[in-house]
């Protein structure tokens, strides 16, 4: 069997999955392999996202590995058996691993939330803003990949559009809303596109306000993907040195509880319109 040179997120998220449910089950990977009437480097290999499984070869394991939770095991299932080449391998060897395993998490997301403190979130930018907003990176970006990226994230907002859109919502920081990322024409148009999107029934836009008391839930941003099932969502948080994508159920009780705290702190859905209209009026 050929192995996979560089596994995908989703790829090695089956894999963490399946390792998860051995261990449950107090099985070594020799045992495993045994069930299936392999060798435990294969069942290595599987679990490391460097081979593939079978949907009944994954059913085996999961019977064997007493994991009574049907939902859970088709959706595992689902992810052993997708073969989806989307947009975003196009982009593969022109940016960085993380730009497709973003794209590829997206796409088959349930449902999206972000929380974000100093820029509109990827999702609901314009394409000058987009451009702008690279262009600030340091060490400054080649154009040929300035362009790219801008184009990337572009492509990304199709979860938003056509007949099935995801579910999305976002809650952004007043001051995101008025730091002026590019020049006025751009800060304008961006809020005009808020403004736009947070009229669709899919996408919830809430505003945390200056003039909020007491407020310390959380100065990063984050991002969330909604799996087939819970246990399948998917954190995401940037850093200097790179995207994490957090998957532990610790992990993701922590963001969720993050999330509903900045959610509760934020303007209701009507008034964070009112304050995105009065921000563009003064521009």
Do not use: K
């Amino acid at each position: 069997m050929v192995l996979r040179r560089e596994p995908t997120a989703r790829q090695l998220r089956l894999g963490v999955e399946l390792r998860r449910l051995r261990d449950a089950a107090g099985l070594t990977a020799a045992e495993a392999a045994a069930l299936l009437g392999t060798s435990r480097v294969q069942i290595s290999h599987i679990e490391s996202g460097l081979a593939g499984v079978s949907g009944d070869r994954l059913r085996r394991l999961a019977a064997h590995y007493s994991c009574t939770d049907g939902a859970f095991v088709d959706a595992l299932v689902a992810m052993a058996t997708d073969r989806t080449r989307g947009w975003w391998e196009e982009y593969r060897g022109l940016l960085p691993t993380p730009f497709l395993d973003l794209a590829e998490l997206e796409h088959h997301a349930d449902h999206r939330r972000d929380v974000e403190f100093l820029f509109i979130p990827g999702l609901l930018q314009t394409e000058a803003y987009a451009r702008a907003a690279f262009a600030s990176r340091v060490p400054e970006l080649p154009r040929e990949e300035l362009e790219l990226r801008v184009r990337h994230r572009m492509q990304r907002r199709a979860i938003l559009e056509g007949a099935d859109p995801v579910p999305y919502d976002a809650v952004v920081h007043e001051a995101a809303l008025r730091i002026r990322v590019g020049d006025r024409e751009t800060a304008r148009a961006q809020l005009a596109r808020l403004l736009e999107l947070s009229e669709s029934e899919h996408i919830t836009v809430r505003i945390i306000p200056f003039d909020l008391d007491g407020f310390g839930g959380a100065w990063s941003p984050m991002m969330l993907a909604g799996g087939r099932v819970p246990r399948l969502d998917t954190a995401v948080r940037d850093a200097p040195h790179g995207t994490g994508f957090l998957d532990s159920e610790a992990q993701l009780t922590v963001f969720r509880t993050v999330f509903r705290r900045v959610e509760e702190a934020s303007l209701d859905p009507g008034r964070s319109r009112d304050l995105i209209q009065r921000l563009a009026r003064e521009l």
